[in-house]
């Protein structure tokens, strides 16, 4: 059974950093391209970053490029997310989820989500 | 960016309705078009991809349809669980982008 448990999440300031994890279990990691999508309070989901299996691609939503920063661990079967100047506007549960393909990636399957909340 | 645009927003049914939702694309995603369904307090899940393909243990009452920029979900009768969140999100190209969802109500 595949699981994805994101963790890291709680209350920062406005500028503060976070860094959020999420591990695999249930599937090969190392094959499969992995995202954030986030879900702010009472709203819809958005895409937030991918990277491919290997790590050679990496891609950002423009509303976090240059303050976030994707990585995985293949080794350690984990998805990282480090969170820079984080802004209200971040608020949101992260959720992190698979796909098997970099090109055009649908969102196989879905942890439970870790809240990030910045408020002062 | 590549904007999508569900109808409704919101629909009242009953249990054994049929029910459709639309998701229309600013520009043409040949079939890179999936269908997710979220219930309160829990993660999306993803019940077709490629408009028409379902995704593994979804219910055969789920299908999709649809090419270019119109894309359908429908299901066929409608069953108590089944009341939640639909979102339409394209694959073809990056940022990937969801549509605002349809949320399913008891009538």
């Known amino acids: 059974e595949v699981q994805l448990v994101e963790s890291g999440g709680g209350l920062v300031k406005p500028g503060e950093s976070l860094r959020l994890s999420c591990a695999a279990s249930?599937?090969?990691?190392?094959?499969?391209?992995m995202h954030w999508v986030r879900q702010a309070p009472g709203k819809g989901l958005e895409w937030v970053s991918s990277?491919?299996?290997?790590?050679?691609?990496?891609s950002y939503a423009d509303s976090v490029k240059g303050r976030f920063t994707i990585s995985r661990d293949n080794a350690e079967d984990s998805l990282f997310l480090q969170m820079h100047s984080l802004r209200a506007g971040d608020t949101a549960i992260y959720y992190c989820?698979?796909?098997?393909?970099?090109?055009?990636?649908?969102?196989?399957?879905w942890g439970q989500g870790t809240l990030v909340t910045v408020s002062s | 960016d590549i904007q999508m645009t569900q109808s409704p927003s919101s629909l009242s049914a009953s249990v054994r309705d049929r029910v459709t939702i639309t998701c229309r694309a600013s520009?043409?995603?040949?079939?890179?078009l999936n269908w997710y369904q979220q219930k309160p307090g829990k993660a999306p899940k993803l019940l077709i991809y490629?408009?028409?393909t379902l995704q593994s243990g979804v219910p055969s009452r789920f299908s999709g349809s649809g090419s270019g920029t119109d894309f359908t979900l429908t299901i066929s009768s409608l069953q108590p669980e089944d009341f939640a969140t639909y979102y339409c999100?394209?694959?073809?190209?990056?940022?990937?982008?969801f549509g605002q969802g349809t949320k399913v109500e008891i009538k």
């Open positions: 249930g599937f090969i990691f190392s094959h499969y391209t």
């Open positions: 520009q043409t995603i040949n079939t890179y």
């Open positions: 990277i491919s299996s290997s790590s050679s691609f990496i």
């Open positions: 989820a698979n796909s098997n393909d970099w090109t055009h990636a649908n969102f196989a399957s």
């Open positions: 490629t408009a028409s």
């Open positions: 999100q394209q694959s073809y190209s990056t940022p990937w982008t």
